[in-house]
């Protein structure tokens, strides 16, 4: 399966303030997905990111608050805008190879603290 | 809109004894994956179902799901401390075509004692 790096691993955060973590894929990939898991809660997606078109957002998420790019096969960012101590999370991307039978797979995580 | 109900939600064991942990889903399961996750980090696959009654298994640890694809269960087997982690089921809520969204279920703590 593919190799999955995100960066930062971790980073600390002031309020309003707004932070991009990026994933990065060592292969093309189709699909690629972002996650967030709240303290002490299961994961959540985001939105898929479409290879140069608009992501595709999970009710609840919206653009202006988790922009999203993905320029080609490889690679996606995520910003988390804004932030307030709600946003803290692990921010995790996930990608899938072929068809909806195969399984995602994830980054290691970006955990992310607002103070 | 479907759920995925982990039990039990936290787990010790000695090292050596076997384990199950629990996947209940309140809707047919479209596929069904088995994670693993170390305290704060990414997750690591570990199985995919898809069948009913299907069984599948890797090292010490088997994965099954019944014939109505409704529930999974996770076993393992003389556990190590190396299998200590959250372990989480995650599902296609609706048959291939229509999404591409996993949910995930509430996960399973498993310390394991030396």
């Known amino acids: 399966s593919a190799v999955i790096s995100q960066k930062p691993s971790r980073d600390i955060c002031q309020r309003g303030t707004s932070l991009t973590i990026q994933c990065q894929v060592d292969?093309?990939?189709?699909?690629m997905f972002w996650y967030r898991q709240q303290p002490g809660q299961s994961l959540t997606l985001i939105a898929t990111?479409?290879?140069?078109?608009?992501?595709?957002?999970e009710s609840g998420f919206v653009i202006d608050k988790f922009p999203i790019s993905r320029p080609n096969l490889t690679f996606s960012t995520l910003t988390v805008s804004n932030m307030s101590p709600e946003d803290s999370s692990i921010y995790l991307c996930?990608?899938?190879?072929?068809?909806?039978?195969?399984?995602?797979?994830f980054g290691d995580g970006t955990r992310l603290s607002i103070l | 809109s479907q759920e995925l109900e982990q039990s039990p939600q936290s787990l010790i064991v000695q090292e050596g004894k076997n384990l199950t942990i629990n996947c209940t889903s309140s809707?047919?399961?479209?596929?069904l994956y088995w994670y693993k996750q170390k305290y704060g980090e990414g997750l690591i696959f570990l199985m995919m179902?898809?069948?009913?009654?299907e069984e599948k298994s890797h090292e010490k640890i088997t994965a099954k799901l019944d014939e109505k694809k409704q529930q999974s269960s996770l076993h393992i087997t003389a556990s190590q401390p190396s299998h200590a982690g959250i372990y989480l089921c995650g599902a296609a809520p609706s048959p291939g075509g229509a999404t591409n969204k996993l949910i995930f279920g509430t996960g399973t703590l498993l310390a394991v004692q030396p």
């Open positions: 179902l898809q069948k009913g009654g």
């Open positions: 292969s093309q990939v189709t699909m």
């Open positions: 809707k047919t399961l479209y596929g």
């Open positions: 996930s990608t899938r190879e072929g068809g909806l039978n195969q399984p995602q797979h």
């Open positions: 990111a479409n290879q140069g078109s608009e992501a595709t957002y």
